[in-house]
């Protein structure tokens, strides 16, 4: 059965010269390599305030000074959502920070002399940290969830394992490939995961052998022809979207009934901090989850692979088809290293998930 090429919408042309600008800055974005996805959040957030600009009569980039800039912040301050909750202030900075590099591409091109937004200052930015991390035995409890005997069950769980076991990020998971699967080395090949690097993750006995029953049973009645190989997919034999791998994931969750609520990221976040608790240290996480560097000011430190798997496999709770339950001595909670990690976690859900 032939997949369905689906019909996209022809782009509505530029009516005035602040959305022409924004194209031209997006397709400079494209030849500069940056991913699709990056180019689509910079696009609503860009978008978001042209429609803002629009509503005060405001189309030239001339007319956009520093006090309109400033203005359009205080209405990001003072908004509010459906549910009537403000936005977050790393929200109200990812908005923003687009705004700040679409003008001053702007200027380097001479479209506008002097830069608006340079001297525009962004909300302060804490390190709060998730509350809702799962526990090992929480974890345990939400990968018993899906029904196994059920094909789509079956894809749940590898999905599950496979987040947990690896800490991928949502957007790598679902481009992962069947080629990229290297069961007999314990290693899962990430192409072009965030900033498009390629890397190896280590990925535990026990989710390769929920991965390996999957493809060998699941797999076979859910793909359809032409098959691009990619490991997870829909009833429809399609590659999942972000917002329904993001459902299907939080549904699970939700069953377990835990009094959490979370999905792919919570994961992640859960895997990284019970590997750290489990004595891991922070380095081998940092590689692990594909982090270059844990702060700005810090040197990346470079770990090889067969190290980073012997880590994974003395460390993380589900490493083992059988793993040992025997209390290990946690690491400082104190450490600012590990602090500096879960806040890049944190920084990082809400750029995959901004509210």
Same mark, same amino acid.
Request: with cysteine.
């Given at each position: 059965?032939?997949?369905?090429?689906?019909?996209?919408?022809?782009?509505?042309?530029?009516?005035?010269?602040?959305?022409?600008?924004?194209?031209?800055?997006?397709?400079?974005?494209?030849?500069?390599?940056?991913?699709?996805?990056?180019?689509?959040?910079?696009?609503?957030?860009?978008?978001?305030?042209?429609?803002?600009?629009?509503?005060?009569?405001?189309?030239?980039?001339?007319?956009?000074?520093?006090?309109?800039?400033?203005?359009?912040?205080?209405?990001?301050?003072?908004?509010?959502?459906?549910?009537?909750?403000?936005?977050?202030?790393?929200?109200?900075?990812?908005?923003?920070?687009?705004?700040?590099?679409?003008?001053?591409?702007?200027?380097?091109?001479?479209?506008?002399?002097?830069?608006?937004?340079?001297?525009?200052?962004?909300?302060?930015?804490?390190? !709060? =940290?998730?509350?809702?991390?799962?526990?090992?035995?929480?974890?345990?409890?939400? &990968? +018993?969830?899906? *029904?196994?005997?059920? %094909?789509?069950?079956?894809?749940?769980?590898?999905?599950?394992?496979?987040?947990?076991?690896?800490?991928?990020?949502?957007?790598?998971?679902?481009?992962?490939?069947?080629?990229?699967?290297?069961?007999?080395?314990?290693?899962?090949?990430?192409?072009?995961?965030?900033?498009?690097?390629?890397?190896?993750?280590?990925?535990?006995?026990?989710?390769?052998?929920?991965?390996?029953?999957?493809?060998?049973?699941?797999?076979?009645?859910?793909?359809?022809?032409?098959?691009?190989?990619?490991?997870?997919?829909?009833?429809?034999?399609?590659?999942?979207?972000?917002?329904?791998?993001?459902?299907?994931?939080?549904?699970?969750?939700?069953?377990?009934?835990?009094?959490?609520?979370?999905?792919?990221?919570?994961?992640?976040?859960?895997?990284? !901090? =019970?590997?750290?608790?489990?004595?891991?240290?922070?380095?081998?996480?940092?590689? &692990? +989850?594909?982090? *270059?560097?844990?702060? %700005?000011?810090?040197?990346?430190?470079?770990?090889?692979?067969?190290?980073?798997?012997?880590?994974?496999?003395?460390?993380?709770?589900?490493?083992?088809?059988?793993?040992?339950?025997?209390?290990?001595?946690?690491?400082?909670?104190?450490?600012?290293?590990?602090?500096?990690?879960?806040?890049?976690?944190?920084?990082?859900?809400?750029?995959?998930?901004?509210?």
């Amino acid at each position: 059965m032939a997949r369905v090429a689906k019909q996209r919408k022809p782009e509505a042309k530029p009516e005035t010269a602040l959305e022409w600008l924004m194209n031209e800055h997006l397709n400079a974005l494209r030849v500069k390599s940056y991913s699709e996805y990056t180019v689509r959040n910079r696009l609503v957030h860009i978008r978001s305030f042209i429609a803002w600009a629009k509503q005060r009569g405001l189309a030239e980039p001339l007319e956009v000074t520093r006090p309109v800039l400033e203005s359009y912040q205080r209405y990001l301050f003072y908004y509010r959502k459906k549910n009537g909750e403000p936005l977050s202030f790393r929200s109200q900075h990812a908005r923003l920070v687009p705004l700040r590099v679409w003008f001053k591409w702007m200027t380097r091109q001479n479209h506008i002399l002097h830069n608006p937004a340079s001297e525009v200052d962004l909300p302060r930015l804490g390190r !709060t =940290l998730p509350k809702n991390v799962f526990s090992a035995q929480e974890m345990e409890l939400i &990968l +018993l969830q899906p *029904e196994i005997g059920d %094909p789509i069950g079956l894809r749940d769980r590898a999905i599950l394992e496979t987040l947990y076991s690896t800490g991928l990020r949502r957007l790598e998971i679902i481009n992962l490939k069947l080629y990229g699967l290297q069961f007999d080395r314990g290693l899962i090949v990430v192409r072009e995961g965030k900033g498009r690097k390629d890397r190896y993750v280590p990925i535990g006995e026990r989710a390769v052998a929920w991965l390996e029953k999957y493809i060998r049973e699941a797999r076979p009645q859910i793909a359809i022809e032409p098959d691009d190989l990619t490991v997870f997919l829909t009833a429809q034999g399609e590659p999942f979207s972000r917002d329904h791998l993001t459902f299907v994931v939080r549904q699970h969750i939700a069953n377990a009934k835990l009094g959490k609520s979370g999905a792919c990221h919570l994961i992640r976040h859960s895997m990284a !901090t =019970l590997m750290h608790e489990n004595g891991a240290d922070i380095r081998y996480i940092q590689q &692990l +989850l594909g982090h *270059e560097d844990i702060k %700005p000011t810090q040197i990346y430190t470079h770990v090889a692979i067969r190290t980073l798997q012997q880590v994974h496999a003395a460390t993380h709770p589900a490493a083992k088809l059988d793993p040992a339950h025997a209390p290990k001595e946690s690491a400082s909670p104190d450490d600012p290293a590990a602090a500096e990690l879960l806040a890049a976690l944190h920084a990082e859900a809400h750029e995959e998930d901004p509210e």
